[in-house]
C-alpha cells in the first residue's frame, strides 16, 4: 500500500486532476443559476413533458439493446464454440469506429419511405402509397434506439467479454455439479459476476446516448438536448440551456450512482482463476442463431454503413480529394493521440489512487473527474470558452500592463482548448475502462511487494502496470476512436484554418452532401479501425477446452 | 505511475504545442479572420479570388452553433474580423450583443439596398434565399400562399422539415408579422394537422418524398432546388415538383438572407473592409450567387441562368429585424403547437 | 430396497487425450460405497485431469466410467450411470459433488445462498431443514447473511463442504481440499470431515500432493504417474509393498541405497554385505534398496573393534522422533549415496562419522533402469 507522504502528494495531484476536470461541469452548474422560471414554465407547459418522457425511454431502450447485443455476443464468444469466433471476436468491435451521426445519417436515409429499401419494394411488389403495406418507421425512439445500440454496444461486448474471459472458471464447473445446466449456470454465476463490469459499460452508453443530439436529430425525435439547444440557440438563453444541461448530467449521474450502490462491497477474484474454458457446444441450429445473431450485428453495426460509404466514395471522390484530405487526417490523429494519452495517463493516477490510499473518499477524485462525458459536447464547448477566456484576457491584460505584445488567445483559442475538452469528455471511458481491469487483479497483490521490501513505485511499475497493460491500451484506444469521432467541441474551439476529419465530414452532411464527405467518412472509420485490428493482433489466446 | 521525467516531458511538450499554436496566431502579417456559420467550401472560391486580388491571406473558422458565444467570450482580444451568417437571426444576435461595429464606406451602402442592410450599417446582406413552397408536378401547376399550408384540402399531404429549424423559425416570424400571435398558432397547428408524417429529415428529402409520392406539398429553400438538379441522382427528385413563390398575389415570399458583419474589435479593420468590399462587388456577387443559387442583393446583378428560369418573384418587404425580433415569439408559438412531435 | 453394495464408481481402461497429447492412459480404478480414496502424485501426473474426467468437465476418448447412483426420486433402484465417449453424460446429470481447491465460493451469493444453489428446486421446507441441519453440522451457524471474503479460510471451506453435500451427493470429489488450511488446522479438519462422510456414507477421491494427508484422510491410496495408475490399495500395504521406484519415491517411504548382487543370496552395499533369504534371479546390474529408517542401526561394536565406520554426519536436526541426521557414505565409488534419513536419540556432531548396520527385514530393491524408464 501506499505510505503517508507519498499518499499526500498522490491525493493532492489526483485532486489537482480531478477538480481541474470539474472546471467546466462547475461553471456550466453555475452558469445555470441565472435560468429564467418564465422559460421554464413556457417549456414545461408544451414540450418539456414530452423530452424527458422521450429521452428516459430513449435512455432504457439504447442501454437495454446494448446489453443485450453486447452481453450475448460476448458469451458467445467466450462460452461456446460458434464457427469463425476468431474473426467475430474482433469484429464484433468495429462498430465503434463508426460515428453515431453518419449511421443515423446512412441508415434514416435508407430505410425512409423515400429510401431505397421501400422504394424496392414498392417496386417489388407494385404499391403505389403508403397506405398499401406496413413498413416499420425508422425515425422514431424505437429506431433511433436500436440504432445507436447498433454502434454503441460494443462497449458492452468488450468489458463483459474482457469479464467473461477473466472469470474463475471453477465457479462455473462448481454450478454445474450442483446440478445446473451450463447455460443456468452462466445466468445464475457468470452473468451476475460481470455485473459490475457490464454496469460500467451501460453507464458509458448511457452518457453517450443521453448527451448526443446529432443523432437523434436525424431521427426526429426530440429529447432533453432538444430543450437545451433550443433554449440556447433559440431563445437566446445560455443560462436556462446551462441548467437543463445540469439537469441532464445529474440525471444520468443519479442513475450511474444508484447502479453502484446496488452492488457495493461485490468485489471478488480468485486468487489461482482456472481460465479453462469449457466450450458449450452448440447443436446446428443454435450454431445458425448464435452466429447469425453475431453477424447480424457486425454487419449491421459495421459493414453495411461502411459499404454504403465506401460506394458513396466510388461515386462522388477522386485522388485529389484524398490528397486534400491527408493534412486533416494528420491533425485528426494529432489531436485524438494528444487526447487519449492524457486521458489515459490521468485516468492511471486516479484509479490507483482509489485502489491504493487508505482514504476514505479515495475513489473521489476518480469519480468526478468523469462527468463530463454527460454533458452534450457543444455545452461543455461552451463552457470551455467560459472557463479560458478569462485567463486568457486575464494574460492579455497583463502583457498589456506591462506594455508587452499580447499573446492573444492562447488557451481559449488553440488546440489545447480542444485537447482539454476531450480530456473532460472521455475522462470517464478511461477511468471506467482501468478501473474494471484493476477490479481483476486480486487486492492481495497490493500488499505482497511491500513484504518484500519493494517501493511503491517499483511496483507499480513492475506488478500493476504489466497487469493493467491491457486495460491501459483498451482506454488509450476508445478515447483515441472516440476523439476521432468527436465533433462539437473541435467544432467550436479550433483556429483558424483548423480542419479534422469529422469537422470535414460535418461541413458536407449540413449541406446535405455527405456523398462528397463519404471518403473523409472512411478515414475516420480506417483510423479508428487500425488501433482495434492492432489490439486484437497483441490480444494473445486464452487456453480453451472442448467439452 | 509513469517516471517524473515522463511525466515532465508530456508537460513540457503540451507547451511547446501552445507556444506552436501561439506564433501561429501571433504572425499576422497580411490576414483577414473568418467566424463563418457557413460551410467554408461555399465560399472558398471567393476567397481564393480575394487573395489573388489583394495578397491578404484569409483564414477561416466554421461552425454552426455557439460563434457568437465564442466571440463575445474573447471579447477585444477576439481574433476575428469578419462574420458571416446564413440567417438573418444569427446577424441580429451578432448585433443585439454588440458583437458588431458600424462599416459606413459608400461603396458599400450604394451596392446594397437599405432593406438588405442595418439602419447603423453594421451589417449587410450578401445574398437572399427565398422560402419556397415545392408541388408534385401531379398537383400541376398552382397559385399557393404560406396560409394554404394550413387549408383541409391539404390534409395528409405536406412534408417539412423540423419546425425548429431557423428557416421555419423565421417564416413562422413573418408570419406572427402578418397575422398577430394567435391567428398564427391557430395556422400552425392547422399545418401540422395537414403533415404527412411528423417533421424530420432536411430540404432535399422532402423533394425525394414529393417524388416517392408521399406527399404533394413541401417547404423549401431556392437554392436547394437548383442543386438537386445539378445532382444526377437527385436530379429525378427535382424534376417531379415545381417551385413556387408564394404569396405573389398580395405580400410577396418571404426572403431570408446570408450576410456579414464587422467584428467590434476586428484586428485586422483595414483588411476586413477590403474583403467587405470585394464579397459586394459585381463579380463577388456573380460568383456568390452561382455557386450558392442564391439570389444576389447588390443591385443589377442578376443570378445564375438556372436560378433566373425560375421567374421572376415578388419578394416580402418586411423589415428583416422585425423577423428577428419575432423569432422567439415564434418558437414559442411552434414549441406551443407541439409542431415536432 | 435393494441396495447395490458394491463400487460406487468404476473406471475403465480410461484414455484422456487433450490437444493430442495423452494425459490419461488406460486406467482403471475402482472406488467401494463409503470409501475414501486418496489420489497421489507428482504435479502433472493427470491426477487433476482424471477427476476432472469423473466430474464430466473432460471427456474420455477411450474407456467407461460406471457411476452408481442410489435412489434418486422415483428410482428407487440403484440406477447405474454407464459413461462412454459415445454416451457422455453432462456433469450437472451426475449427481457429484466436488470441493474446490479455492473453494469456488459463489462471491455474489450470501452463505446461505450458497448452500442451497443446488437445491433451490426442492421445496423450501426441505430447503430449509438441509440447510439447518448443515449449518449446524459444519459449525456455521449465525454465518447464514455473511458473503464469502467475511468469512476465514476455514469457514470457507466449511461452505464448500457444505454447498457440495446439500444436494446429498453419494459421490464426493476433493481437489487439494486442505492445501490453503492452515498446517495447524489441517489435521483437525481432515479428521472431522473423514467422520462426516463416513457418517453420511459417501464415497470420496481426493487428490493431493501431500502424502500425510493420505495417510490421515484416506481408506485408500492411488499412486499417479504420468497418466497411469502405478499402484492402489490399502495405505499400509502400499507402504510395506511399494511395486514400484516411483511409488516408493514419491511416498518418501526411505532412503535409497545403491547395492550390488555378489551372489544368489548376497548383495553388496556401502554399509557391508546383506543376506537375502529368498534366492532371486541373479542381476549384476546396480540396484536401488529402500532403506526405511527403523531398519538402520549404530553397529554395536565400538570404533575400536574391528569395525569400520562407513558413514558421515552431514545434517541434524530435531524431531518428535529423536534426532534426525541425514548421512554420506565415505566410500566414493558407485555404490556411494549421499542423502541416508536416520533416526537416534543420541547426539552426534556434524561431520563426525559412525559406523551403520542394517537390520534383518523384507527388502525391496528396484533396478535402476526401472528409474530410467520410468522417469
Aim: charged content about 15%; glycine content about 6%; proline content about 4%.
Amino acid at each position: 500500500m501506499i505510505e503517508k507522504q507519498k499518499n499526500r502528494r498522490w491525493r493532492g495531484a489526483s485532486y489537482f486532476i480531478a477538480l481541474t476536470l470539474m472546471i467546466p461541469v462547475l461553471v456550466m452548474l453555475y452558469a445555470g443559476i441565472n435560468a429564467s422560471n418564465e422559460l421554464f414554465i413556457h417549456l414545461w407547459q408544451t414540450v418539456l413533458p414530452d423530452y424527458i418522457a422521450n429521452t428516459l425511454i430513449l435512455g432504457v431502450f439504447v442501454v437495454l439493446l446494448s446489453v443485450i447485443f453486447g452481453v450475448i455476443s460476448a458469451a458467445v464468444i467466450v462460452h461456446t464454440n460458434v464457427v469463425g469466433k476468431n474473426a467475430l471476436r474482433w469484429l464484433l468491435m468495429l462498430p465503434l469506429a463508426m460515428p453515431a451521426y453518419l449511421v443515423a445519417y446512412l441508415y434514416t436515409d435508407m430505410f425512409d419511405y423515400a429510401g431505397p429499401v421501400q422504394r424496392a419494394l414498392r417496386a417489388w411488389f407494385s404499391w403505389q402509397s403508403p397506405s398499401d403495406y406496413w413498413f416499420f418507421d425508422i425515425r422514431t425512439l424505437g429506431g433511433a434506439s436500436v440504432v445507436i445500440a447498433l454502434v454503441l454496444f460494443p462497449y458492452v461486448y468488450m468489458l463483459a467479454r474482457t469479464a467473461f474471459e477473466q472469470q474463475d472458471q471453477n465457479l462455473l464447473r462448481a454450478s454445474r455439479l450442483l446440478g445446473l445446466s451450463a447455460k443456468q449456470s452462466f445466468y445464475k454465476v457468470a452473468l451476475p459476476l460481470a455485473r459490475p463490469a457490464i454496469a460500467i459499460a451501460a453507464s458509458l452508453v448511457l452518457m453517450e446516448t443521453l448527451a448526443d443530439f446529432a443523432t437523434v436529430q436525424y431521427f426526429a425525435v426530440n429529447t432533453l438536448t432538444t430543450a437545451i439547444y433550443d433554449t440556447w440557440l433559440g431563445y437566446n438563453d445560455l443560462a436556462s440551456a446551462n441548467a437543463l444541461a445540469s439537469i441532464l448530467m445529474l440525471f444520468i449521474l443519479f442513475a450511474v450512482v444508484s447502479e453502484q450502490r446496488a452492488r457495493a462491497g461485490q468485489t471478488y477474484q480468485s486468487e489461482r482463476p482456472n481460465k479453462n474454458h469449457q466450450l458449450i457446444k452448440l447443436t446446428m441450429i443454435q450454431q445458425l442463431f448464435a452466429s447469425g445473431f453475431c453477424w447480424l450485428l457486425v454487419i449491421a453495426g459495421f459493414i453495411l454503413p461502411f459499404i454504403l460509404l465506401l460506394f458513396m466514395a466510388w461515386q462522388y471522390s477522386n485522388i485529389a480529394q484524398l490528397q486534400a484530405l491527408l493534412p486533416t487526417g494528420i491533425n485528426s490523429i494529432k489531436i485524438a493521440v494528444w487526447a487519449a494519452s492524457l486521458t489515459t495517463f490521468f485516468a492511471l493516477l486516479l484509479v490507483l489512487f482509489q485502489r491504493l490510499s487508505h482514504d476514505r473518499w479515495r475513489a473521489l477524485p476518480m469519480n468526478i473527474s468523469g462527468f463530463g462525458y454527460a454533458i452534450p459536447g457543444t455545452v461543455l464547448a461552451m463552457a470551455m470558452l467560459a472557463t479560458f477566456a478569462p485567463i486568457d484576457h486575464a494574460i492579455n491584460d497583463v502583457a498589456k500592463y506591462f506594455s508587452l505584445p499580447t499573446p492573444g488567445l492562447v488557451l481559449s483559442g488553440s488546440i489545447f482548448a480542444i485537447i482539454f475538452a476531450y480530456v473532460v469528455r472521455f475522462a470517464a471511458i478511461a477511468n471506467g475502462t482501468i478501473d474494471s481491469g484493476i477490479k481483476q487483479i486480486p487486492k492481495s497483490i497490493d500488499y505482497a511487494p511491500a513484504s518484500l521490501g519493494v517501493g511503491l513505485f517499483t511496483m507499480l511499475r513492475k506488478i500493476h502496470l504489466p497487469l493493467l497493460k491491457s486495460s491501459i491500451f483498451v482506454a488509450w484506444l476508445l478515447v483515441f476512436v472516440e476523439a476521432m469521432k468527436e465533433l462539437p467541441a473541435v467544432l467550436l474551439l479550433r483556429p483558424f484554418n483548423f480542419e479534422t476529419l469529422s469537422t470535414q465530414v460535418y461541413q458536407l452532411i449540413s449541406d446535405e452532401m455527405l456523398e462528397q464527405g463519404a471518403l473523409g467518412a472512411i478515414l475516420i472509420v480506417l483510423l479508428g479501425l487500425l488501433p482495434i485490428i492492432w489490439l486484437n493482433r497483441a490480444k494473445t489466446g486464452n487456453g480453451e477446452e472442448e467439452v | 505511475m509513469l517516471k517524473k521525467s515522463k511525466a515532465s516531458k508530456l508537460v513540457s511538450k503540451l507547451i511547446c504545442g501552445v507556444a506552436v499554436t501561439l506564433s501561429f496566431i501571433a504572425s499576422a502579417a497580411q490576414e483577414v479572420n473568418v467566424y463563418s456559420y457557413r460551410q467554408p467550401f461555399l465560399v472558398q472560391p471567393l476567397f481564393d479570388q480575394f487573395t489573388e486580388q489583394s495578397g491578404i491571406k484569409v483564414n477561416v473558422v466554421f461552425a454552426k452553433k455557439g460563434m457568437a458565444e465564442r466571440l463575445a467570450r474573447e471579447g477585444e482580444y477576439s481574433p476575428a474580423d469578419i462574420l458571416l451568417t446564413t440567417d438573418i437571426s444569427r446577424l441580429i444576435e451578432l448585433y443585439d450583443r454588440g458583437l458588431l461595429q458600424a462599416n459606413h464606406d459608400k461603396v458599400l451602402t450604394d451596392a446594397i439596398p437599405a432593406q438588405y442592410r442595418a439602419q447603423d450599417n453594421s451589417w449587410f446582406a450578401l445574398t437572399t434565399r427565398v422560402r419556397n413552397i415545392y408541388s408534385s408536378k401531379r398537383l400541376g401547376v398552382v397559385e399557393i400562399n404560406y396560409e394554404d399550408l394550413a387549408d383541409v384540402k391539404y390534409q395528409g399531404r405536406i412534408c417539412t422539415r423540423s419546425g425548429k429549424h431557423a428557416y421555419t423559425v423565421a417564416l413562422v416570424a413573418s408570419m406572427i408579422a402578418e397575422h398577430g400571435e394567435a391567428d398564427t398558432l391557430i395556422w400552425l397547428e392547422k399545418f401540422k394537422a395537414n403533415l404527412a408524417r411528423k417533421p424530420q429529415g432536411n430540404d432535399r428529402g422532402q423533394v425525394q418524398a414529393i417524388h416517392q409520392g408521399l406527399c404533394d406539398i413541401s417547404l423549401g429553400n431556392s437554392y436547394y432546388f437548383g442543386k438537386m438538379l445539378k445532382n444526377e441522382q437527385q436530379k429525378i427528385w427535382a424534376d417531379g415538383v415545381n417551385i413556387n413563390f408564394p404569396n405573389q398575389a398580395n405580400r410577396g415570399a418571404h426572403v431570408n438572407i446570408s450576410g456579414m458583419g464587422l467584428a467590434k474589435y476586428s484586428p485586422n479593420v483595414d483588411n476586413a473592409k477590403k474583403l467587405m468590399i470585394f464579397l459586394v462587388s459585381e463579380y463577388a456577387q456573380q460568383l456568390y450567387a452561382e455557386t450558392n443559387m442564391e439570389y444576389p442583393v447588390r443591385v443589377g446583378v442578376v443570378p445564375s441562368k438556372l436560378v433566373a428560369s425560375w421567374g421572376e418573384f415578388k419578394a416580402d418587404s418586411l423589415p428583416l429585424e422585425i423577423i428577428a425580433k419575432n423569432r422567439t415569439l415564434a418558437l414559442k408559438l411552434i414549441d406551443k403547437a407541439r409542431f415536432d412531435l | 430396497m435393494k441396495k447395490r453394495n458394491s463400487n460406487q464408481l468404476e473406471i475403465k481402461k480410461l484414455c484422456v487425450s487433450l490437444q493430442g497429447n495423452d494425459i490419461l492412459s488406460e486406467v482403471n480404478l475402482s472406488l467401494a460405497s463409503g470409501d475414501i480414496l486418496g489420489l497421489v502424485g507428482p504435479s502433472g501426473c493427470g491426477k487433476s485431469t482424471l477427476l476432472n474426467t469423473i466430474a464430466g468437465f473432460i471427456n474420455q476418448s477411450h474407456g467407461e466410467l460406471i457411476v452408481g447412483v442410489l435412489g434418486v426420486g422415483e428410482h428407487d433402484d440403484g440406477e447405474l450411470l454407464i459413461i462412454t465417449p459415445e454416451h457422455n453424460v453432462a456433469p450437472e446429470h451426475r449427481n457429484i459433488g466436488m470441493i474446490f481447491q479455492d473453494y469456488a465460493l459463489f462471491p455474489h451469493l450470501t452463505v446461505e445462498q450458497n448452500i442451497i444453489f443446488g437445491i433451490n428446486k426442492l421445496s423450501k421446507r426441505v430447503q430449509q431443514s438441509r440447510l439447518k441441519n448443515l449449518m449446524h453440522l459444519l459449525k456455521l451457524t449465525n454465518l447464514e447473511a455473511r458473503f464469502p471474503h467475511q468469512l476465514s479460510g476455514g469457514q470457507q471451506q466449511r461452505v464448500a463442504i457444505a454447498r457440495a453435500l446439500a444436494p446429498q451427493p453419494k459421490l464426493l470429489l476433493l481437489d487439494e481440499p486442505f492445501s490453503n488450511i492452515d498446517a495447524r488446522l489441517r489435521n483437525e479438519l481432515m479428521l472431522e470431515m473423514r467422520q462426516l462422510l463416513k457418517n453420511l456414507n459417501i464415497s470420496a477421491i481426493f487428490v493431493t500432493h501431500n502424502k500425510d494427508e493420505v495417510f490421515t484422510f484416506a481408506d485408500k491410496i492411488a499412486v499417479m504417474h504420468q497418466g497411469h495408475i502405478l499402484q492402489s490399495g490399502c495405505p499400509a500395504a502400499v507402504c510395506q509393498q511399494p511395486n514400484n521406484w516411483q511409488v516408493a519415491d514419491f511416498l518418501q517411504l526411505g532412503s535409497w541405497l545403491p547395492v550390488k548382487q555378489i551372489s544368489s543370496t548376497q548383495f553388496q552395499s556401502a554399509l557391508g554385505k546383506i543376506n537375502i533369504s529368498k534366492e532371486g534371479k541373479r542381476d549384476t546390474a546396480l540396484q536401488q534398496l529402500l532403506l526405511k529408517p527403523q531398519y538402520i542401526e549404530l553397529s554395536q561394536l565400538s570404533g575400536s573393534a574391528q569395525g569400520k565406520v562407513n558413514v558421515r554426519v552431514d545434517n541434524i536436526s530435531v524431531t518428535e522422533q529423536g534426532y534426525h541426521y541425514l548421512l554420506s557414505s565415505l566410500v566414493v565409488d558407485e555404490l556411494a549415496f549421499d542423502q541416508l534419513s536416520f533416526y537416534s536419540n543420541e547426539l552426534f556432531s556434524l561431520g563426525q562419522t559412525l559406523m551403520l548396520v542394517i537390520k534383518e527385514h523384507k527388502f525391496v530393491m528396484f533396478i535402476p533402469t526401472t528409474i530410467q524408464a520410468a522417469g
